[in-house]
C-alpha cells in the first residue's frame, strides 16, 4: 500500500476505532441506572418548580450535573485505566497508533454515552417544560455549562486513569467529583466571594428568573473558560501522559532539548506531540486563569451577574411583555408566565383592596414586577400616582407566600393570608417594613391582623398571641385584644377611623392605646 | 549440549527470620491480593475528607443538607471496600481455595469495621449532624449494596451500585422520604431503617462469602 492510499484510509480506520470503543465503552451500562436517576430527582424536582423555563432549566446544573458527573468521571477513569488494568501498555506500544491517538478514542467513546444521555435527559425536561410554560423559549446556556462540565469531569476522570489506573482510581474520582460538586453548591449558596461562581451549581433562582429581565450570559461565558481551559490542561498532560509514566524518558536536561529529542517509547507519540501538549496546557491554564480573574469582577445586576469584560448592555433592559390582566374595580395584572395564578392572586387581593379602598394612598390596581433589583430581593411596594400595589412571588409574605408554582399551594389559606398580610404591610407600615416578618410597630400589627380578620383570613403566625413581649413594649396579648377591638367595629367606623389616622398609623405615631 | 553450565536451581528462599503460622501467610496473602493496605490507607484517606468537611464548613451545619457530604463520603468509603472483592486469579483460587469464603466473609467485615472506625474518628470532637449512628448505618448499608452488585459486576466496577444508592437517597434526604430503604434519610434511631441497612449488608455478606464476586480475568488490577 502506498503512503497515499494510506493516508486516505486513516480517516475511516479512526472512524472504525472510535465505533469500536463507543461499542465496547461501560458507560452505555451505566445509561439504565441515569435514566433512573433522572426520573426521581431533576426530572420530579423541575416538576415542582414554576413552568418558567430559566427555573425548571435549573435542575440541569444543580441535579443533573451532580447524577451524572459521578458515572461520568468513574467510568471516564475505568476506560483510563484500561491499559494498565489489562497490562497491555508494553502490547500496545508496539502498535501503529501512536498512544494518544488511542486515547483520545477511548475518551471519545465515553464522551459519547455522557453526552448522549446527557442530552437526552435535557430534551426530556425541555419537552415537559414547553408543554406546561406560557412564555419565552428554552434558555441555551445551562445545557451548555453542563454539557462543558461533564466534558471536564470526563476528561480529569480519564486522564486520573491512565496516570494512576488502580482499582481504586474509578471509585475515587467519583466520589472526588461529587464532593467538589456540593462544595461548589456549598459556596454558590453562602455568603461567599465571586470566585464562588464558577462553579456550575447556584443557589436557588428567582421564581421570575428571564422574565423581566433576560438572564446576562456573563457568568456562564466564565464557566465554560474556565471549565475549558482546565479540559485542555488535563488533556495536554494526557498526551503526555507516556512520558509521565515512564519518568526516565524525561531526564533533564538531554531529553528537554526541543521536539524530536524526547526518548518516548515506540508508538506512544510522535516528535511534534510533547511542543503541542505543553502548550496546549499552557493556553487551558491560562484560560482558566483568565476565568477566575474575570469571575472576581463580577457583581450583582438587574439581569443577574455582571461581569464587566464580557457584559452586555442589552441584558439590563427590561423585557417587554404583554399583561395578564382580570378585575374591573381593582385590577390585578400578572407576567404572562404566571398567568396560571392570576386568579388565586386576585381572590386572595380583591377583598383586602375593597377593606381599604378609598383610604389615602390605598392602591388601585396590583402589578407583578421583578423580583430582583441591582441583585437584592424586593419586597411589595405601593407605588405611583394613582397608587399601584407592586408584588412579587418571592417576599410576599416573609418568602412563605411565594409563588411555590402550584394552585395547589396557591389556593391554601397560609398562602393567601401572607399575601394579603403583604398587601395590608405595604399600606399600613410602608414600604420599609414591606416582606419583613410583621409590621413594626405593635399598633400597625393590630390593625394588619384586624383587617386581617375582617375579611376572613387566618390570621398569620407572625401576628398571633404567644408569651409575653420585650419588657416596656405591650405583649402579643395586649396586641391581639386591640385587634379584635378594632376588627369588631363595624366596617364603616373601622374605615372612617382609618382614613382619618391612616398616615399618622404609617408614620408610627400611633400607639395601641389609640386604637378605637 | 553440556553440563557445564548447568546450576542447581537456587534453594527455596527461607520465608521468614522467624516461624510464620501458615494461617497468618495464607491471610496476609489474600489481604495483598485484594489490596487490602491500599483499601485501609483510602478509608483512613475518607476519614481525613470528612474531618476536614466538618473542619472547614464545606457542609451545613444543620437540616437535610448537613448529611449530603457525609453520605458521599460514606458512599466513597463502601465503594473502596467492595472493589477488594476483586481477585487477581479467578477459577483457579476458587478450585484450590478451602479457606475462600472466610477469608472473603472477614476481610468484608474487617473493612466494614475499620471503615466505620476511621469515619468516626474523622468526626471526633466535629460535631456530626445525625451522629455516628446514622453513619455506621450507611456504611453498613452501602456496603452491602456493593457487596451485591459485585456479584453481577465484578469486584472493579461494583462501586456503581453504592454511588448510585448514594445519588439517590440525597434527593430522598432532600424530601425527607420515611421509607425504611432510604435509611440515610431516617433519624439514628429509626428501627426500620436499621433493619433495612442490615438486612442489604447480610444478603450481600452471604452471597459474596459463598460465591464470591464475579471474575474477568482481563482486568488485573
Known amino acids: ?516 | 549440549m553440556t553440563a557445564a553450565g548447568w546450576q542447581d536451581p537456587p534453594a527455596a528462599p527461607v520465608l521468614a527470620a522467624w516461624p510464620v503460622p501458615a494461617g497468618v501467610r495464607l491471610v496476609w496473602l489474600h489481604l495483598l491480593s485484594r489490596r487490602v493496605p491500599a483499601a485501609a490507607v483510602a478509608l483512613v484517606g475518607c476519614g481525613a475528607v470528612l474531618r476536614a468537611a466538618l473542619q472547614w464548613h464545606w457542609t451545613f451545619s444543620s437540616g437535610p443538607y448537613a448529611q449530603r457530604i457525609p453520605l458521599i463520603i460514606e458512599a466513597g468509603a463502601a465503594a473502596a471496600i467492595v472493589v477488594t472483592s476483586h481477585s487477581p486469579f479467578g477459577e483457579a483460587e476458587r478450585a484450590t481455595g478451602r479457606w475462600l469464603p472466610w477469608l472473603r466473609l472477614g476481610t468484608a467485615l474487617a473493612l466494614t469495621g475499620l471503615a466505620i472506625g476511621a469515619l468516626q474518628l474523622g468526626v471526633t470532637g466535629a460535631g456530626l449532624n445525625e451522629g455516628i449512628m446514622v453513619l455506621a448505618r450507611n456504611v453498613i448499608g452501602m456496603t452491602g449494596i456493593g457487596l451485591l452488585c459485585s456479584l453481577v459486576t465484578g469486584g472493579l466496577l461494583a462501586w456503581i451500585l453504592p454511588l448510585a444508592y448514594m445519588a439517590f437517597a440525597q434527593y430522598a434526604l432532600l424530601e425527607a422520604w420515611r421509607s425504611p430503604w432510604t435509611w440515610p434519610a431516617r433519624p439514628p434511631a429509626d428501627r426500620g431503617a436499621w433493619l433495612c441497612a442490615c438486612v442489604v449488608f447480610a444478603v450481600g455478606l452471604a452471597a459474596f462469602t459463598i460465591s464470591g464476586a464475579r471474575n474477568s480475568l482481563a482486568d488485573n488490577a
Not at chain 1, 2 to 30: F, H, K, Y
Open chain 1, 1 to 516: 500500500m502506498t503512503a497515499l492510499a494510506a493516508r486516505a484510509l486513516a480517516p475511516a480506520s479512526a472512524g472504525r476505532l472510535l465505533r469500536l470503543e463507543i461499542r465496547r465503552n461501560a458507560m452505555v451500562w451505566a445509561l439504565p441506572l441515569l435514566a433512573v436517576l433522572f426520573v426521581y430527582d431533576p426530572y420530579r424536582t423541575a416538576s415542582g418548580y414554576p413552568p418558567v423555563w430559566d427555573v425548571r432549566a435549573s435542575v440541569i446544573l444543580n441535579h443533573m450535573l451532580f447524577d451524572f458527573g459521578a458515572f461520568a468521571g468513574g467510568l471516564a477513569a475505568w476506560a483510563g485505566s484500561r491499559d494498565g488494568r489489562r497490562q497491555t501498555r508494553d502490547l500496545l506500544a508496539a502498535t501503529a497508533r501512536p498512544a494518544w491517538a488511542r486515547q483520545a478514542a477511548a475518551l471519545a467513546g465515553t464522551l459519547f454515552w455522557v453526552l448522549l444521555g446527557f442530552l437526552a435527559a435535557v430534551a426530556v425536561l425541555y419537552i415537559q417544560t414547553a408543554r406546561q410554560v406560557t412564555w419565552g423559549g428554552p434558555p441555551l446556556w445551562p445545557v451548555a455549562v453542563g454539557a462543558v462540565a461533564l466534558i471536564t469531569i470526563c476528561a480529569i476522570g480519564f486522564t486520573a486513569g491512565a496516570l494512576v489506573p488502580g482499582r481504586f482510581t474509578a471509585p475515587l474520582v467519583a466520589v472526588g467529583v461529587v464532593v467538589l460538586d456540593l462544595v461548589g453548591f456549598r459556596e454558590a449558596l453562602g455568603p461567599s466571594s465571586a470566585y464562588a461562581l464558577l462553579s456550575p451549581s447556584a443557589g436557588a433562582l428567582p421564581d421570575d428568573t428571564g422574565l423581566f429581565y433576560p438572564v446576562a450570559p456573563d457568568v456562564a461565558i466564565a464557566q465554560v473558560m474556565f471549565m475549558g481551559g482546565i479540559t485542555a490542561a488535563v488533556l495536554g498532560i494526557l498526551a503526555l501522559s507516556p512520558a509521565l509514566r515512564w519518568p526516565g524518558t524525561l531526564r533533564w536536561p538531554g531529553t528537554l532539548r526541543w521536539p524530536g529529542t524526547w526518548r518516548l517509547p515506540a508508538g506512544a507519540t510522535g516528535p511534534w506531540l510533547p511542543a503541542v501538549a505543553i502548550t496546549v496546557v499552557a493556553a487551558g491554564l491560562a484560560a482558566a486563569g483568565t476565568a477566575a480573574g474575570l469571575a472576581g469582577t463580577a457583581r450583582p445586576v438587574v439581569s443577574g451577574w455582571e461581569i464587566p469584560a464580557l457584559h452586555n448592555a442589552a441584558s439590563d433592559r427590561p423585557l417587554a411583555y404583554p399583561p395578564d390582566c382580570t378585575g374591573t374595580s381593582f385590577q390585578v395584572c400578572v407576567h404572562p408566565a404566571f398567568s396560571f395564578f392570576r386568579d388565586d392572586v386576585a381572590a386572595a387581593l380583591d377583598p383586602v383592596a375593597a377593606e381599604v379602598a378609598g383610604l389615602p394612598g390605598a392602591p388601585l390596581s396590583a402589578e407583578e414586577a421583578a423580583a430582583r433589583g441591582k441583585g437584592a430581593l424586593l419586597g411589595g411596594v405601593i407605588t405611583g400616582i394613582p397608587p399601584v400595589y407592586e408584588f412579587n412571588g418571592e417576599r410576599a409574605g416573609s418568602l412563605i407566600g411565594a409563588f411555590q408554582g402550584t394552585t395547589a399551594s396557591a389556593s391554601s389559606s397560609t398562602w393567601r393570608a401572607l399575601f394579603q398580610q403583604a398587601f395590608l404591610d405595604a399600606l399600613v407600615a410602608g414600604p420599609a417594613h414591606a416582606g419583613s416578618p410583621g409590621p413594626a410597630s405593635p399598633a400597625q400589627q393590630a390593625v394588619v391582623t384586624a383587617l386581617l380578620t375582617a375579611v376572613g383570613s387566618q390570621v398569620p403566625q407572625s401576628h398571633q398571641v404567644a408569651g409575653g413581649g420585650p419588657p416596656g413594649e405591650p405583649s402579643p396579648a395586649q396586641i391581639a385584644a386591640a385587634a379584635n377591638r378594632f376588627a369588631a367595629l363595624p366596617s364603616a367606623a373601622r374605615h372612617a377611623w382609618l382614613a382619618a389616622h391612616l398616615p399618622a398609623l404609617r408614620a408610627g405615631q400611633v400607639t395601641l392605646a389609640q386604637l378605637p
